[in-house]
């Protein structure tokens, strides 16, 4: 008999593997004085709680479907639910390059971070591929063992990242600076670019949606799954309203447009110095990297899922779906992955492509985007799939608040779509990283393997439900 995946996951499993590719110390540190210097307002507060709404309604309908997806393509698996399997190859397709290009984007900014880091201690300058290098070898060995070494180590990661967010907050509470409720005020939220607020708030959320993802590796997928997304939202929307809000309190809310313009690499590290210790400064210097770490090796799982699924549907040759016999993970799609993303990197570097203007830049935009093109997908899948079971069709409100959802990501969708220049740094990169998003979900839509695709590798839960649709239906 050959291995399968061990349900070893618990809902906290699944959230520290998920709420890690969120990065917060880096959405902290890093994004928020980007949300406030493109928004040109102080209206973050409300920004992000509006995208805290826009995910917990797409999750109503992300977890009614739970029962109804027994694998782990999470928004392959959805949309071929939902809208066939022409639409489902796309998202495949496109779901594979995002997560890929998110993964090359965080390797790279990452050697330039841990480099610039390591300069900084001990004087000596190491080339950023060098450091990208051996942390591509480090996730590799993590993606390649047993899910629980991965979901260890980014438990530690995310617990450090987390209390040193509350640290910041409590400083501020505490520093004697008068809090102001301005940050919450519709008026301030919509003065500016209230829809690049809205944009970069949306982006500081991706990796929640992995929840799926490890489906094969969760106890009791149906309750741990719609859990795990439901508090990674929630949890995750709590921390950066609250800590956003503290943060332009704790620079001012006269000043914290433009202490984020003038430096937002360092204007939040150095809050953290004044308002906690002057080496808090340097921790969360430190805790960044980590975090860009973190979300790596998240990153890197999410794609060996995929590949792992799409091997079970034939889609991908079979062994891609291979399961280690002694670590019983998917550690040939991982290695596959590790492969993929370390050729994209020496091609990167070989090119003499900037790590951070181009690379970065480049394949996280395109990335970003590609990810929300994939959630839309879904709940509109959700609710194509919600209204044609019959007797067993999602319940009223779930069709409701998923249609609520669905608006919502359409709105962040467009906005994307009209700043795509501005998330890939120019007009030329925005054409040509469009082209290569709308040809992958085209070659993924016309694929051949559409007819060669077999339900063989389906899981056992897969034709139960299989059965009970054809009942239903």
């Known amino acids: 008999m050959e291995p399968a995946l061990e349900r070893k996951l618990g809902v ?57 997806v027994p694998d782990a393509g ?32 965080m ?41 629980e070494l991965s979901a260890k180590v980014l438990a530690i990661v995310l617990i450090l990242e987390v209390v040193a967010v509350l640290f910041i907050d409590l400083g501020v509470i505490f520093s004697g600076r008068e809090l102001s409720l301005s940050p919450f005020s519709p008026t301030q939220a919509l003065s500016g670019a209230p829809g690049l607020g809205l944009l970069f708030a949306f982006l500081g959320f991706f990796g929640f949606e992995a929840t799926a993802v490890f489906r094969n590796e969760a106890k009791t997928p149906e309750r741990t799954i719609p859990r795990a997304t439901y508090i990674a939202v929630s949890c995750i929307g709590i921390l950066y309203t609250l800590s956003s809000w503290l943060v332009i309190n704790g620079l001012g809310t006269s000043n914290a447009v433009a202490a984020a313009s003038a430096d937002p690499e360092h204007v939040v590290m150095n809050l953290a110095g004044e308002v906690v210790a002057p080496i808090m400064a340097d921790i969360v210097q430190i805790l960044v990297v980590t975090s860009m770490f973190a979300c790596m090796l998240a990153f890197h799982n999410i794609v060996t899922r995929y590949i792992f699924t799409l091997g079970q549907r034939g889609i991908l040759p079979s062994a891609c779906a291979t399961v280690h016999p002694r670590h ?9 992955v590790s492969i ?8 990167s570097a ?66 994307s779509i009209w700043n795509f220049p501005v998330l890939v740094g120019s007009n030329m990169a925005a054409i040509i ?12 839509l016309l694929s051949p393997s559409l007819h060669k695709a077999s339900p063989v590798a389906m899981s056992t839960e897969e034709h139960k439900t299989s059965e009970t649709d054809h009942i239903v239906m």
Not at 49 to 66: D, K, N, P
Not at 328 to 336: C, H, I, K, M, V
Not at 357 to 374: D, E, F, N, P, R
């Open 12 to 68: 906290a499993g699944i959230l520290f593997m998920v709420v890690a590719a969120a990065a917060p110390i880096t959405v902290v540190a890093a994004n928020f004085p980007i949300i406030f210097s493109v928004s040109e307002s102080i209206g973050a507060p409300l920004m992000i709680l509006l995208a805290t709404v826009i995910l917990l309604l797409f999750s109503v309908g992300y977890a009614w479907m739970t029962p109804f």
């Open 328 to 336: 019983t993970a998917p550690s040939r799609a991982s290695l596959l």
């Open 107 to 147: 390797t790279c900014y990452l050697g330039v971070q841990a480099s610039n880091l390591f300069l900084m201690w001990t004087g000596v300058s190491l080339p950023w591929w060098l450091v990208s290098a051996l942390m591509l070898i480090i996730v590799g060995y993590l993606g390649y063992r047993d899910i």
């Open 350 to 415: 070989l090119i003499q492509l900037d790590p951070v203007i181009q690379i970065y830049t480049w394949y996280s935009g395109a990335g970003a985007l590609g990810v929300i093109v994939m959630m839309t997908l879904t709940s509109i899948a959700v609710i194509v799939f919600g209204t044609s079971r019959g007797s067993t069709q999602a319940p009223h409100v779930v069709r409701t608040l998923t249609a609520l959802g669905t608006l919502g990501l359409l709105l962040v969708l467009i906005i």
């Open 340 to 347: 993929i993303t370390s050729v994209i990197v020496v091609v």
């Open 74 to 105: 999470a928004f392959y698996s959805y949309v071929d639910k939902g809208m066939g399997r022409r639409s489902g190859l796309g998202t495949a397709a496109l779901a594979l390059v995002s997560y890929v290009l998110l993964t090359v984007s």
């Open 433 to 444: 990283w469009g082209i290569v998003l709308l040809g992958t979900f085209t070659v993924g």
